[in-house]
């Protein structure tokens, strides 16, 4: 076997034996030794080192405020309204006219050294050929969630299927990893590649919510990243923290699952684009090119692959210098992951931007003239949607506009009445996917043999009847990633607890922060969103209370102090 694998795609950055070698030495190194390597920073400390045994100093005589408090609060007021650090400088001058005199409020150039601190603490700059990229500890974010959430986080039934804790510790705590590329401006082609983790070991809902998303890393370029350099300090923390973590030993952390689009899936595993021969992640259909574009005819699910089949593949890939099979290599995330078995397919961007999306695209034009879609957009308005849906469907005019989480609505609940006067044959067809889908995303049904059965069912149907009903250009990828939808859920959980939906949001919360596209400023604003303390339930989503339990990084505290 040659050394190194040379790449058949221009884009896609090879694994060599040498990368493969660094990670066998950060899995016999001691944390020590892991810092050392892939840490500069010079500092020891991390955020989880915060001050909860000190009150702090009253922010001015006989105040009840503490100059903790002071701190926590103001954070946690920049941080909910994305305060630029202009105007956090004229809130800071406002105050501390208002407050009496010998008061000891900080001024913004004391918060901002301090969170320059704070970035360092925790953050180390990287600069490759390609990018630039933050690798960012995950084990002090980990921690703060355990904290938050320690009463339920191993006492609850979760709605995805965990595997068993490993031997030697009391619990595991279970990482999904999602990455995707988030476009900051319209005036270059640069776009930032976050590197999110979620701990499954929660509720859907907890942990789904951006305070409990974890930033293992974040990439900014012209180009995709490349996943060498990118995912090597996130790989040798993980290995550590597989061997027990510092803030309870009886607890290890193990990635789970890799959750990211289909474009991504191919980079980051080493294989072929889904337009490609064999370009399917899941079983060995080989597929068809016609009319340049690479289809699926087959409505049956043969030949599935095996993590033992796919490193074979990758090993005569390397050698052979071309693909086997559609691999290309050894992926980088191979040390932590079964490939493919731990790679889910996303119901985000296959089912309701891909599948749902093309159909509704297909049926406005064959079906929807003017008159109908004005009638359509009366519906609308008129339907009176449950509150529980944080976005209506909006008109038909706008489809090309709507968003993933308007595509599930029309899906599972209003589109089998807005479509009730299409013709009988295409609405039983639409409703062969509605039903499916309601089955797989619903988490009780899903645990159902007889309903995951009856979901194969449809969805064999459904794929059978799509070219004789529209076109033989509509036997896409995503169309035949719904025929192994049903064994992942069997297999992992309903698609509403492995979805995208949540790091989506977390890329709006980072794209929100992306000023000037300055990756220093992205990664400040998020450490400094993310360890403000925000107060549950407030009765105002606007009120801002002082928080006397607030806990705030000590380097942070003690620049303060020194200024």
């Known amino acids: 076997m040659s050394n190194s694998f040379s790449s058949i795609d221009e884009d896609m ?3 060599s034996d040498a990368f493969f070698r660094d990670i066998q030495r950060i899995q016999t190194s001691t944390p020590i030794s892991f810092i050392s390597s892939f840490n500069e ?66 001024i913004f150039l004391e918060f901002k050294n301090s969170w320059n601190r704070t970035v360092d603490e925790v953050a ?6 390609d990018g630039d990229f933050f690798s960012i500890l995950v084990e002090p974010q980990i921690e703060k969630i355990y904290r938050r959430h320690s009463t339920i986080i191993f006492r609850h039934k979760t709605e995805i299927s965990l595997p ?83 803030f309870n030993q009886s607890i290890n952390c193990k990635p789970l699952h890799l959750i990211v689009d289909i474009v991504a899936r191919a980079s980051i595993a080493n294989i072929v684009q889904f337009n490609g021969y064999y370009g399917c992640p899941i079983c060995l259909i080989r597929g068809e090119h016609d009319n340049h574009r690479h289809l699926y005819f087959s409505n049956e699910i043969r030949n599935v692959r095996t993590c033992r089949e796919n490193d074979q593949f990758a090993l005569e890939a ?29 119901y985000l961007h296959q089912v309701l931007l891909g599948v749902t999306r093309n159909l509704l695209f297909s049926l406005k ?73 309601r089955i797989l995303s619903c988490p009780i049904k899903s645990k159902s043999h007889r309903e995951i059965d009856n979901s194969i069912l449809a969805i064999k149907e459904f794929v059978k009847l ?58 400040e604003r998020f450490l400094r969103r993310y360890y403000s303390n925000f107060k ?10 002082i928080l006397p339990e607030a806990k705030v990084s000590s380097a942070f505290l003690q620049a303060v102090n020194e200024e």
């Open 13 to 15: 950055p090879t694994v």
């Open 41 to 106: 920073s010079k500092h020891s400390t991390t955020l989880s080192d915060d001050i909860s045994n000190s009150s702090g100093i009253p922010i001015y005589r006989n105040s009840n405020v503490t100059n903790v408090d002071f701190i926590a609060s103001v954070n946690d007021l920049a941080s909910r309204h994305r305060l630029s650090d202009s105007c956090l400088w004229d809130l800071l001058k406002l105050i501390s006219n208002i407050l009496p005199n010998g008061h000891i409020c900080p």
């Open 124 to 129: 180390t700059f990287h600069s490759c050929a």
């Open 164 to 246: 068993a804790t490993s031997d030697g510790f009391e619990h595991t705590l279970f990482l999904n990893i999602n990455t995707d590329g988030v476009p900051i401006s319209k005036s270059n082609n640069k776009s930032v590649w976050p590197l999110w983790l979620n701990i499954a070991n929660l509720p859907t809902k907890i942990r789904s919510s951006f305070p409990n998303l974890i930033l293992a890393a974040i990439w900014m370029g012209n180009s995709k990243p490349n996943w060498n350099e990118f995912l090597k300090p996130f790989i040798g923390e993980m290995l550590l923290l597989q061997g027990g973590t510092s």
């Open 318 to 346: 390397e050698t052979l210098g071309r693909p086997v099979f559609g691999v290309k290599g050894r992926s980088v995330l191979r040390p932590l992951l079964e490939i493919p078995e731990d790679i889910l397919l996303d």
């Open 365 to 437: 034009k064959a079906y929807f003239t003017s008159a109908n879609m004005k009638e359509f957009d009366k519906a609308c308005k008129e339907f009176q949607f449950p509150t529980d849906f944080n976005r209506r469907t909006r008109s038909l005019w706008e489809l090309k506009h709507w968003k993933g989480s308007e595509f599930r609505l029309f899906l599972l609940y209003v589109g089998s009445i807005f479509l009730s006067n299409i013709p009988l044959n295409y609405y039983l067809h639409y409703m062969l996917l509605c039903y499916s889908i």
């Open 466 to 523: 799509l070219p004789n009903l529209f076109d033989k250009n509509a036997m896409s990828f995503n169309v035949h990633s719904l025929l192994h939808l049903p064994s992942q859920v069997a297999r992992i959980g309903c698609l509403s607890s492995t979805s995208e939906f949540c790091f989506e949001s977390g890329n709006y919360q980072l794209k929100s922060s992306a000023n000037r596209g300055r990756l220093r400023l992205i990664v």
């Open 536 to 545: 549950a339930n407030d009765d105002s989503p606007n009120a801002i209370t």
